[in-house]
């Protein structure tokens, strides 16, 4: 009788360990390439993408996504004037791929019935600028995305808008459209994107830094500051 006690000790020890073994609610991974992703698709998957600086970025300086973020840094208290100039900017420019095989890789997965959406932080003001530039890039989201358009979802394109946590924007869309994959994968340039996608949704965050690691070699931050100054 005497090992009763302990035996009974051991069981609520092993059950009390099992309870609190953590669950992971989320993973973020870097990926080089766009080809990448194919190996994280499975059966009922939405593959949401980021533009600026994943699919795309800009060949004007003014409205590049590198522009506004440094000039937010180092002027904070002039954010309205940057996010103005920037949206004016965006209006006319024209945008490139960050890599020129990523329609192909969009077009080859929604062929295979994926879900696949653009999600983008930028404001509705450039709602008409950013389906030109989809567009002009030979990409269209509509096409498999789960959605009909509404106040924030266009032509497959969700827009979060500017300083309005993405995390927090997916999880009401797909509430509100009672949607609920089996899995969901954000391509997205910044890491604080993917972590608040993650947090919220328990998505696979895949971090792309193409545009970062090559910022060094491609961004004149000496000429972005000086178009500030300038105009």
Request: one cysteine or more; charged letters at 30%; a neutral charge.
């Amino acid at each position: 009788m005497r090992f009763y006690p302990f035996l009974l000790l051991l069981a609520v020890s092993c059950a009390t360990v099992q309870v609190q073994k953590p669950v992971p609610v989320s993973e973020i991974h870097e990926i080089s390439t766009m080809s990448e992703i194919e190996k994280w698709i499975i059966p009922d998957t939405l593959l949401l993408f980021d533009l600026d600086n994943t699919i795309f970025e800009s060949t004007d300086i003014i409205s590049h996504a590198n522009w506004y973020n440094d000039m937010s840094k180092k002027y904070p208290n002039k954010i309205t004037e940057i996010l103005k100039r920037n949206w004016a900017a965006t209006q006319k420019s024209d945008v490139k791929l960050i890599e020129k095989s990523t329609p192909e890789l969009i077009k080859k997965l929604q062929d295979q019935g994926v879900r696949i959406m653009a999600f983008t932080s930028r404001n509705m003001v450039l709602l008409d600028a950013t389906l030109r530039q989809i567009k002009s890039v030979g990409i269209d989201f509509s096409r498999t995305s789960p959605y009909e358009d509404s106040i924030h979802f266009h032509d497959g394109i969700l827009f979060a808008d500017n300083g309005y946590p993405k995390g927090e924007a997916l999880r009401a869309y797909l509430k509100d459209i009672d949607f609920n994959p089996k899995r969901i994968i954000l391509v997205d340039d910044l890491k604080k994107n993917l972590e608040s996608v993650c947090k919220a949704t328990r998505a696979i965050g895949l971090y792309y830094p193409l545009v970062d690691k090559k910022r060094p070699q491609e961004w004149d931050e000496k000429e972005a500051e000086r178009r500030w100054l300038s105009e």
